[in-house]
């Protein structure tokens, strides 16, 4: 007996299909990073425009140049090769060399002659602040650990280019960000990517999406010019790594330094202590913060002790626009505007800062954050609300958040399946399915087998 393949029309009935393949990520579309690029350019291209300050005017003409090769890049190359290349010359452009050509000429913000200043004094005096300060470059609105990335210009000296090179405060800055960027990553132990469920990856590699983070305008300008915001963005970072990972000591200790850096980062202890709350307990966010405290007190109050007066007039009332003299954050949001109304107008932004920090305390209360990017989100949200009504702040100041949301994303970007489990139930025995198998037909019959 013969048979013969039966040959059937396609019909819904009868074709087996696979799962369907999803659309290329936007990650992976050319448009997108071409886009992307440009406009990169163009906000850096109006620095030179509108910015009074000649590291500013600098820094744009350089990264316009890089954003606007790497859009060129993106367009005529093929593939992930193009990604890759366009990184690349965006980082050259935006980052190598703006930064080493401020740094062996010796142009910098004035934010890095103070952290240079203060690592000096904290070695000659051990505290890090002038007694009596005569001009506003003579404050230092920095906690006492901020002075420590100024101690290797005090060791190095200025003479020669590898002694700037070794000894400027932007490069140590950007050695904390980026090896606590790294052990951030190492603490999740995540792998490189995420993945669709058909395999498909939908995302870019940890390392390239942080080479995009850097090579972006939010942290290469920083970067580049004062760099004094990257370490306590690094040390957040890694902190809610920590926390996420169920670490409470380890957690602690790096909250005592980074609280140690600037009193801005005092938000993350009540994040870091939500998160340890969801993921490892009250005890453990209570131990957290008995570290962070003790910790920060070992290294703030001795120079407290030795300059109670200057402290308090250096790192409280001259960031907030309560010191003798008025302090250069003068950006227009809406805390720095309602202070300029004068006394009544200064209680009422401290007012509204006090109740925004309130709402975030209890949004913590009420609903904790249970993984690292809602933990970082509530971060963000906190301090965007601080930096915007604070009675004097800039526009600078906006790029710790924005960094964060960022970061939290390319680092865990899957979000938590909430668990349907019932208590008392039993998981369903799997049943095997048996695969489709081809009609045939006999032979001279036309019937079917």
């Known amino acids: 007996m013969r048979f013969r393949r039966v040959e ?17 990520s936007w990650w992976n579309r050319r448009s997108t990073w071409v886009t992307g690029w440009l406009l990169a350019a163009l906000w850096a291209a109006a620095f030179p425009v509108v910015s009074s300050l000649d590291t500013h005017r600098l820094w744009g003409t350089s990264a316009a140049l890089g954003y606007a090769a790497a859009a060129a890049v993106s367009c005529g190359l093929p593939g992930p090769r193009a990604r890759r290349a366009a990184v690349a010359v965006a980082l050259v452009g935006a980052v190598v060399v703006p930064l080493l050509f401020l740094v062996l000429m010796g142009r910098a913000q004035s934010e890095v002659d103070v952290i240079e200043r203060s690592g000096r004094l904290l070695l000659e005096q051990g505290t890090p602040y002038l007694p009596h300060p005569h001009k506003v470059t003579d404050y230092t609105p920095y906690l006492p650990a901020m ?14 280019w ?3 090179l070794l000894g400027d405060a932007r490069i140590w800055c950007a050695a904390v960000f980026f090896l606590c960027l790294y052990s951030a990553r190492l603490m999740l132990r995540h792998p490189r990517s995420a993945a669709t469920p058909t395999g498909r990856r939908a995302r870019l590699p940890y390392g390239m999406a942080m080479a995009v983070l850097i090579a972006s305008p939010v942290v290469a300008l920083p970067l580049c010019v004062s760099g004094v915001d990257l370490p306590l963005t690094g040390l957040c970072c890694l902190v809610l790594a920590m926390a996420a990972g169920g670490r409470p000591a380890a957690a602690g200790l790096v909250l005592a330094v980074v609280c140690s850096l600037k009193w801005t980062a005092w938000p993350a202890i009540a994040v870091a202590m939500a998160l340890l709350g969801s993921v490892a307990g009250r005890r453990a966010a209570l131990r957290c913060a008995a570290t962070a405290v003790a910790g920060a007190a070992l290294l703030i109050v001795p120079s407290a002790v030795l300059s109670p007066g200057a402290m308090v007039q250096q790192v409280l009332a001259f960031p907030t626009g309560r010191g003798d003299l008025p302090t250069p954050a003068a950006s227009p949001l809406p805390g720095r505007l309602l202070a300029d109304l004068g006394p009544a107008g200064w209680y009422a932004a401290v007012g509204l800062l006090i109740c925004g920090g ?4 209890a949004s913590l209360v009420r609903r904790p954050p249970a993984h690292l990017r809602a933990a970082a989100d509530r971060l963000a949200i906190g301090l965007l609300v601080a930096f915007t009504l604070a009675p004097a702040g800039r526009f600078g100041y906006l790029a710790l958040p924005l960094v964060l949301m960022g970061w939290a994303r390319l680092a865990d970007p899957r979000e938590p399946v909430p668990s349907l489990k019932v208590r008392g139930s039993r998981p369903a025995p799997a049943v ?16 079917e087998r």
């Open 8 to 24: 059937y029309p396609a019909t819904t009935a009868n074709t087996v299909t696979g799962p369907a393949v999803p659309p290329p």
């Open 147 to 160: 002075a420590l990335l100024g101690i290797p210009k005090a060791l190095a000296g200025d003479h020669g």
């Open 162 to 164: 590898v002694a700037r």
């Open 358 to 361: 309130l709402a975030v305390a």
């Open 432 to 447: 095997p399915v048996a695969p489709p198998r081809r009609p045939y037909a006999l032979a001279g019959t036309g019937g």
